[in-house]
């Protein structure tokens, strides 16, 4: 039973949080707002950004933040899935050898899977477990991942040479994917005034425990939605399916496959986190429109046409949004 | 006090039932009262005498079916979550009645419900603004009431538009008289069934085809053929009974004679002329009624005297000439003995040219009058002249004729025969010696048409009708007379040898000399 005094101390928590992050991270408010989302919905989240754009900083922040674990994944071609989850070694102990586990980067807290998509499929695949079932199997041994979890993944668009796009089931295991942009000048000249003056960048203390984090999440998960706009959201999610009646005709154009049932949970869990986040106490279609496009964008699959004309996601998004109506 | 949730979701779902049932009723008025104006213009077309229970119907229908939607609109169950979140936009709440509405569905309690509740209360007070009538809803009600009062003025006015619409061939046919008259059935002589006009069914065809015709077309009489002169001075001399004067010249009878022709036989440009010939055979016919009224009672035929005296009477142009056919068969029949007649042919064989006066409105009925009557006269002279040559005695006259009529011919003063102007129709009038004819005339009888002399009469002081009523051949003299036309008499005896000379049977003479008689009257008694 969540109590008045719960929610107001998670809300002034997670304030607290953001407004740590956002000392150090000029700018990217809705960056930040992204990933808080995705922590208390107990999702992960893709960055995608050109490099030095503040993405791994960010990461580190939260994680600093959050006074949580936080591992540092560097996804290289070469790397392997052992690599990441750990291996079992010889070990030897009073005289007798044995096979014991050793773990790898995936078990902490926050994890910053860098530029994730130079790496192997085969080792991108090693993240699916941990992501979704917060579980890692090695061998015939399955570990369970301490909660919080959270995988932070980012990638680089303009660099093609040498990378491996990430599996439609593993892109669809991030609860949303964030486009890092580049800063306006404002935010230029303080991210420069940062970083050449003084002692630097000093990541933040630690404002919130693991036990925030998850009363955080029990309270987003209580909080109500309208069954009217848990209908708005399943048509949203319908509309960006081409062979769906809801679905606008550029939709139908240039859509091969629309978004998951994975989709409507997020957004739907989204959704509540913004408007926890927000301090309301309700979701409601401000929280929806919020989200929207980052719990989607990722998880709309192109068609040839849409690909050579150059249609982006967030275009036909547009479309679905405006012409899906809520009520 | 804590608040109540589950009321405020009833008033507004009463609200809500109420502005929907309203939306329904204004929709539903304001079509059905564009078919209540279509129906009004409908029945005003087609029963423009309609009864004001229909018109309150009518009117009311869109009413009832308003009602009827407005029931049906209020007893549609709202969809509650769609409804608040409807809500929840129109007060810009954060969709917080929904989501109160979601908590409490599921039941139990918890912070969100106690805040929600809260925050609903406060803005509670003013939720009804959330829930208001369309503008679209107005402007369907106020036309749907402009309609039905629209269909209340063309219901209500006598002179609403329907009916204008229905009456407006009348109207507008104000250039054609009758129009509105129906027209007659197939077989149906007369299109005046129930006229109180005594000529109304003399009226043909023709004529109503002419009395379609604008007035312009028909409202200008013929100068030339001055026939409605010639029909008033009928018509005065009809009821003055006067004597025969001076008639009209020769020509202009031939003339007259000739236009009519050219009237029969004229198809559509001459309807004009034709509808006037018809209403002035209307006329005739009225006055002729009148005219037989002297006969009749100088016969002393009951039902002739009946029909005659009674010009209320619709008297059809079959009527007449069974009447005189009649009359003169029993005329047959009381003098006891059969009239030997010669042949029509004697009195030149053509049936344009028999020698007889008749009544008629219409030029070819006349004639077809008088070739029966000759065929007639031809059988009877036939077959009596069997029995004659038998018998030996044709000598017989007829004594109910002789009996009434002073100038009987034998009686000597009675030769001459004054003819009466009440006579209605066209005779065929020819001889080139013109009236009077000598024995000359027998020669000549074969020939058709109308007396080329200028006549020095008139009848009455102003009529010159009288020619069209005198054969060729007929022996004509005109005598000098207190009037200044004069008076036109007939020389029976010369008349009776002529045909002698053509071999016509004294019955058959006899018979033509009775026909005079009856169709004529005696000097001095006008």
Not at chain 1, 119 to 130: G, I, V
Not at chain 2, 270 to 292: E, K, P
Request: charged share 20%.
């Amino acid at each position: 039973m969540i109590s008045e005094q719960d929610f107001q101390t998670a809300t002034a928590t997670f304030e607290r949080l953001g407004s740590a992050i956002a000392d150090v991270i000029v700018g990217h408010q809705d960056i930040v707002r992204f990933a808080l989302i995705a922590l208390l919905c107990r999702g992960n989240i893709l960055f995608e950004g050109v490099p030095g754009l503040g993405k791994t900083l960010l990461v580190r922040t939260l994680a600093s933040a959050l006074g949580l674990k936080f591992s540092r994944i560097q996804f290289t071609p070469d790397l392997m899935p052992a690599d990441i989850v750990g291996t079992d070694i010889i070990t030897e102990e009073n005289g007798h050898r044995r096979f014991s586990f050793a773990a790898g980067p995936i078990f902490a807290h926050v994890i910053l899977a860098d530029e994730i998509n130079r790496a192997t499929p085969k080792t991108q695949s090693a993240l699916l477990e941990a992501m979704e079932e917060r579980t890692v199997t090695v061998g015939t041994n399955t570990y369970p991942l301490e909660e919080p979890y959270i995988v932070l993944a980012t990638q680089n668009p303009i660099e093609m040479e040498g990378t491996y796009p990430l599996p439609e089931a593993q892109i669809d295991r991030f609860l949303l994917k964030a486009n890092v942009t580049f800063p306006l000048l404002d935010d230029l000249v303080r991210i420069t005034e940062r970083n050449t003056e003084g002692a630097g960048i000093q990541l933040p203390e630690a404002t919130a425990t693991a036990s925030d984090i998850l009363t955080g999440r029990q309270i987003v998960r209580a909080i109500p939605i309208a069954a009217a706009l848990r209908e708005y959201i399943g048509r949203l999610v319908l509309a960006t399916h081409p062979e769906s009646e809801y679905s606008p005709v550029q939709v139908k154009d240039y859509v091969e496959y629309g978004a998951s049932p994975r989709a409507a949970i997020a957004l739907v869990m989204g959704a509540k986190a913004h408007a926890f986040l927000a301090g309301e106490i309700n979701v409601r279609r401000v929280d929806i429109e919020a989200i929207f496009k980052a719990a989607l964008t990722h998880r709309l699959v192109l068609n040839f046409r849409g690909e050579a004309e150059g249609v982006s996601a967030d275009m036909l998004l547009d479309d679905v949004w405006n012409k899906t109506q809520a009520n | 006090m804590r608040f109540d949730f589950s009321r405020f979701l009833l008033k507004i779902e009463q609200r809500f039932r109420r502005i929907h049932g309203f939306s329904l009723a204004c929709r539903t008025l304001f079509y059905a009262s564009i078919a209540c104006v279509a129906v009004n213009l409908v029945l005003g077309g087609l029963a423009p005498e309609r009864t004001a229970d229909l018109g309150i119907f009518v009117l009311l229908l869109p009413v009832m079916l308003a009602a009827a939607a407005f029931v049906r609109g209020w007893w549609k169950r709202p969809d509650l979550p769609h409804l608040l979140l409807q809500l929840d936009d129109e007060l810009d709440s954060g969709a917080r009645i929904s989501s109160l509405y979601e908590v409490d569905i599921r039941g139990g309690g918890s912070i969100f419900r106690t805040q929600l509740e809260s925050r609903v209360e406060s803005m509670s007070a003013d939720w009804k603004r959330g829930i208001r009538l369309p503008r679209r809803t107005i402007g369907l009600l106020s036309a749907g009431i402009a309609g039905i009062l629209v269909a209340g003025v063309v219901l209500m006015l006598p002179g609403s538009l329907p009916m204008a619409v229905s009456q407006l061939p009348t109207q507008k046919s104000e250039g054609w008289p009758v129009q509105a008259q129906v027209m007659p059935e197939p077989g149906q002589d007369s299109v005046y069934p129930a006229s109180n006009d005594v000529a109304a069914p003399l009226e043909s065809f023709e004529e109503t085809a002419f009395l379609q015709l604008p007035s312009h077309q028909s409202a200008q009489p013929d100068s030339d053929l001055s026939l409605d002169s010639i029909l008033d001075d009928l018509s005065t001399l009809a009821a003055s009974q006067t004597h025969v004067g001076t008639g009209p010249s020769a020509q202009e009878l031939k003339d007259l004679a000739e236009t009519q022709g050219e009237i029969g036989s004229t198809p559509a440009p001459a309807r004009a002329q034709q509808g006037h010939m018809a209403t002035d055979s209307r006329r005739l016919a009225q006055q002729g009624t009148q005219a037989l009224g002297d006969p009749a009672a100088q016969v002393g035929h009951p039902e002739m005297e009946q029909s005659s005296g009674h010009p209320e009477s619709e008297l059809a142009l079959d009527s007449i000439t069974d009447k005189l056919q009649d009359i003169i068969d029993q005329l047959d029949t009381s003098s006891g003995e059969s009239a030997a007649v010669t042949d029509s042919a004697d009195f030149g064989g053509d049936s344009e040219t028999r020698p007889t006066t008749a009544i008629f409105a219409d030029q070819q009925a006349g004639q077809q009058f008088l070739e029966q009557t000759a065929r007639q006269l031809a059988d009877q002279a036939t077959a009596e002249q069997e029995s004659t040559d038998q018998n030996g005695d044709s000598q017989q006259q007829p004594s109910y004729q002789r009996a009434r009529d002073p100038h009987q011919p034998g009686e000597g003063a009675s030769d001459n025969i004054q003819l009466t102007a009440d006579l209605d129709d066209q005779l065929l009038a020819g001889g080139e010696d013109g009236i009077g004819g000598t024995s000359d005339d027998i020669h000549q009888l074969g020939e058709v048409g109308f007396i080329d002399e200028q006549a020095p009469f008139t009848v009455g002081t102003q009529g010159e009708f009288i020619n069209e009523f005198v054969t060729q051949g007929v022996p004509v003299e005109i005598v000098p007379s207190q009037n200044q036309a004069g008076t036109h008499i007939i020389d029976f005896e010369r008349m009776e040898s002529i045909l002698h000379e053509r071999g016509l049977p004294d019955e058959g003479v006899d018979a033509i000399r009775r026909y005079f008689e009856l169709i004529t009257q005696p000097e001095g008694e006008s």
